[in-house]
């Protein structure tokens, strides 16, 4: 009896220890969420107040009036978007032509690549940063979209997947007259479904969020993405974090969704992407 | 369509896989290309379908040289051992690939794809997937896959290879009649000689990247070229015994023993040979040559398979179970014309 | 035919499959030309250029000036001090938690995806999202952390306000957001044991304890060294961090300069390129030398056993 008991504290415990680790991982989200619809004078109570009064969507009316947060907003969508289709099209004909065409040092290249994964991005900035000034980029959307177009690390993934695929069904498809092009079209990629919706997801994760390098390139206000927006707003916003709060809600919130909606494939994804690191 | 193939030979680096290679295959003819693992049979199959280049030599398809052609000009049907259906796509979608390549119209491409999904008996299984099918309905449509675009050869590589002994029966007389049935002129590789004999009209045999024998299945049973030849076909194996021709009678080794027969008259004094015995040309004869011990006595039936101990050497046989023979029996042994052969010690050719 | 150490395959007599490959890799090369290759190429070239101006692209000398002159920089010299701070407090506290965590759910229980969910949400949020959220938190006069801490007396804490205390903010906040990825690796790391291994060990008696520590942990060595290594170099590089919490001020005195405010500072602000390259090349020695180090040891540990 005894035994049965300590087996149930154990599993009590973890529970307990779990779930309070889970509290305190969520509850900046919960904070910032609630904070969002408290009034002004709510947020500067002191005690603070746990839950808004009402829920009403007056500070978000505000924030977006105070600060062309639509206009962030769309500049984001539209920038994760192209992000997104661009990475997704070299991607798929990269890790092609390095997993199924041969070609001479093919082999070699692409380790030299994967030796390449490593260079952090501050090395790059730079260069980077005066390369957009002279194409005369600088301050324009395409200039967040372009650096990112090659991603080492979403065609290494993609071409594993890629050989993975028998050589039987390349030949077939040979013989039966299909070109490269359409064996890779309507073969190669509706099979590789999972590994591409993982690239797709984590490249939009990583363009919605991304913060240092618009900071860098963009300057006005009606080119910004949402967190240098956001941050900006930070002035403006002053001494109504309420309003602050609200801003912030709308840039994380869309991301949570897609979370909630494709955890799976996002996990994974990031555990393949720590594992090759 | 007719092939041939004109000193064919393929070289991997320093590896000859096929050497030197001519035959001359007929139309419509059903071939087995067929040799132990790793003698370049399924090269030679690649190399047909354009897969992979050759190293030296011709191909020729109705006279046309079609050694530097692209795979998707040659009009060939291929079907991999592992069937390579895609399979995200259904059957009828697999089905009707080729001649979607081929930007054939959508109607005409349905009609002929359900025509041959009724040829090979899956025109119940349209809607479904590969990882749905068993592996004989995979293979079928692998088979009605290359079939659709009317191809003038047919490819298979090792078609039987992955089916349980059951299936492999049944799917062996399924391709003989699809193949009768359409006429085309289809290839086969194999390591399994009985499932060439049993189907093919011709069988091509291959050893270490080199043409051993092609003909008939008769003639490769009944007249080897070779003592490869001999060995390779027929259940159960042929059996070599070693000796020397002295005096127009074969000597064992060992000198235990000797037979003198007609055949060994005008081979050359002193010539090391193998006399090749099938185990169905040996019978009991009073006034048979061969002196021969009973070792040991399988029951089959209406047969017994008998292993016959001359001089030193052992063969099989098989005799009429009438004969109730027992082991330390000893016997007079006569051979029939058939199934008897002479091979040259070191070089395997055949001398009668 | 010309042999060639590569063979190409599939016969073809058009002169076009020779050149498709090449097309092929074209996008994706062209990317990594521009946008990695010649940076790098150009930021280890500018850093030897010694008074590099980028408006004339014009220099003195090619010389180990600019380096010179960061090595030398007490600014820079700080700026490393904070950094390295920050990465000896972040990477060990976050590695031992997420261990724990990650153990804590490995275990078969309800509501996993529930879990899951909360754990790992930081990790697709945008870090000045949270950053500002947290900023809001630690609020010295009405923020909910003074607020809870003083439920155990203890007097209100200047978290962003006073020097003191702003690393352990910042520290609090780096170790919140880089948790769920590194527990994501752990926990990938513990299902790829063998669960035979526990069954054996419960067969010859022990407990879970003694499990944990003497089989988990030691098979769980190779996931935590990759841990270690890609947490410390990511946390060389904070900034982002720095960003929502303290209005893009690093810190409140200055006090948490690290070294990519230094280079950002170094080219934003005194246009000075060459040191913000020299600069930038020496965080990558400092970096490479660290993850050569952690490799080394970590050998040295797995051929102990």
């Known amino acids: ?277 | 369509m007719r092939v041939t193939l004109d000193h064919l030979t393929k070289r991997f680096g320093d590896v000859v896989a096929v050497s030197d290679f001519s035959t001359e295959l007929g139309h419509g003819e059903l071939i087995a290309l067929l040799g132990p693992s790793g003698c370049g049979k399924s090269t030679i199959l690649n190399m047909l379908a354009g897969i992979v280049p050759a190293t030296s030599g011709k191909i020729l398809f109705d006279g046309e040289d079609a050694t530097d052609m692209p795979p998707e000009k040659r009009g060939i049907g291929l079907v991999f051992q592992n069937y390579a259906l895609y399979p995200h796509m259904t059957v009828l979608q697999n089905i009707c690939f080729p001649l979607e390549v081929q930007r054939v119209p959508k109607a005409e491409r349905l009609q002929r794809a359900e025509e041959i999904a009724k040829l090979v008996h899956v025109e119940g299984l349209l809607k479904r997937r590969p990882a749905e099918l068993s592996g004989g309905q995979q293979q079928r449509v692998a088979i009605a896959r290359a079939l659709v675009k009317n191809p003038r050869l047919l490819l298979l590589d090792e078609p039987l290879s992955n089916l349980d002994a059951r299936l492999r029966l049944e799917m062996r007389e399924e391709i003989r009649r699809i193949q009768q049935r359409t006429g085309v002129t289809t290839i086969f590789v194999t390591h399994d000689q009985e499932e060439a004999m049993s189907i093919s009209d011709r069988i091509v045999l291959m050893k270490a990247g080199a043409l051993q024998q092609s003909g008939v299945p008769q003639a490769l049973y009944h007249d080897p070229k070779n003592r490869f030849v001999a060995d390779f076909l027929g259940n159960p194996p042929i059996c070599n015994l070693p000796g020397v021709v002295r005096g127009g009678a074969f000597v064992l080794e060992d000198g235990s023993a000797s037979v003198a027969l007609p055949m060994f008259g005008g081979v050359a004094e002193g010539a090391r040979v193998s006399l090749a015995l099938r185990a169905e040309s040996a019978f009991l004869d009073p006034d048979g040559p061969l002196a021969c011990e009973v070792k040991s006595v399988y029951q089959m039936g209406k047969e017994e398979m008998a292993y016959l101990r001359f001089g030193t050497v052992e063969f099989r046989a098989y005799i009429d179970a009438e004969n109730g023979l027992k082991a330390g029996d000893r016997v007079h042994i006569a051979l029939k014309s058939r199934g008897v052969f002479v091979f040259d010690a070191e070089t395997g050719a055949r001398l009668r | 035919m010309k042999r060639q150490k590569w063979e190409r395959d599939l016969t073809s007599h058009r002169r076009f499959s020779r050149v498709e490959p090449y097309l092929y890799v074209l996008p994706f090369a062209l990317g990594i030309l521009a946008f990695t290759l010649y940076p790098v190429v150009n930021v280890v070239f500018m850093s030897f250029k010694e008074n590099y101006s980028h408006l004339t692209r014009g220099f003195t000398e090619w010389g180990v000036g600019n380096y010179e002159l960061v090595l030398n920089d007490k600014k820079f010299v700080q700026a490393i001090g904070n950094t390295l701070n920050y990465v000896l407090l972040v990477v060990p506290i976050s590695t031992s938690i997420a261990i724990v965590v990650a153990y804590l759910l490995n275990q078969k229980l309800r509501f996993s995806a529930l879990f899951q969910t909360a754990y790992f949400l930081p990790m697709v949020t945008s870090v000045t999202a949270v950053g500002l959220a947290w900023r809001l938190m630690y609020n010295e006069k009405f923020g909910i952390i003074n607020y809870l801490l003083s439920w155990f007396g203890i007097d209100p804490i200047g978290w962003l306000s006073k020097a003191q205390y702003s690393m352990a903010a910042l520290v609090i906040f780096g170790v919140w957001n880089i948790l769920p990825f590194t527990i994501i690796l752990l926990l990938s790391g513990l299902q790829n044991i063998d669960p035979q291994h526990y069954v054996a060990a419960r067969v010859d008696g022990a407990k879970s304890l003694r499990i944990f520590f003497r089989i988990t942990v030691p098979l769980l060595l190779p996931t935590i060294f990759l841990v270690l290594i890609i947490n410390t170099i990511s946390s060389f590089k904070v900034f982002s961090e720095l960003y929502p919490l303290f209005k893009g001020l690093p810190g409140p005195l200055y006090n948490l300069y690290t070294v990519v405010y230094y280079i950002r500072y170094a080219m934003v602000e005194s246009r000075k390129y060459g040191i913000a390259a020299a600069a930038a090349i020496v965080l990558f020695l400092f970096i490479f030398a660290f993850t050569m180090v952690q490799l080394f040891v970590q050998r040295k540990w797995v051929n102990r056993r």
């Open chain 1, 1 to 277: 009896m005894k035994r049965i008991g300590r087996k149930n504290v154990a599993r009590f415990f973890v529970y307990f220890a779990l779930a309070a680790g889970a509290v305190v991982m969520v509850f900046p989200f919960f904070w910032m969420f609630s904070s969002a619809f408290k009034t002004s004078t709510e947020i500067n109570k002191f005690p603070p107040q746990w839950l808004p009064g009402s829920l009403s969507l007056a500070n978000f009316k505000i924030a977006f009036e105070k600060a062309p947060f639509a206009r962030y907003f769309l500049n984001s969508v539209v920038v994760m978007a192209s992000s997104v289709a661009v990475t997704a099209f070299t991607t798929i004909l990269g890790a092609f032509a390095f997993s199924r065409l041969k070609f001479p040092g093919r082999d070699m290249l692409f380790s030299l690549l994967l030796s390449m994964m490593m260079i952090p991005f501050e090395m790059l900035v730079i260069t980077n940063y005066s390369t957009i000034v002279d194409i005369g980029l600088w301050d324009k959307l395409p200039a967040l979209i372009l650096p990112f177009t090659s991603s080492i690390f979403y065609m290494y993934i993609l071409r594993n997947f890629f050989q993975s695929v028998p050589d039987s069904l390349y030949y077939s498809a040979r013989v039966d007259g299909a070109g490269n092009w359409r064996y890779l079209w309507k073969i190669m990629v509706p099979m590789a479904r999972p590994s591409l919706v993982t690239i797709v997801l984590l490249n939009a994760l990583a363009s919605w969020n991304s913060f240092l390098w618009p900071m860098y390139v963009i300057s006005s206000t009606d080119n910004r993405t949402l967190p240098w927006g956001l941050q900006v707003f930070t002035t403006e916003a002053g001494f109504n974090p309420e309003l602050l709060m609200a801003a912030s809600t709308v840039v994380v919130l869309p991301m949570i969704a897609l979370f909630l909606f494709a955890r799976k494939s996002i996990v994974r994804g990031v555990a393949r992407g720590g594992l090759k690191g």
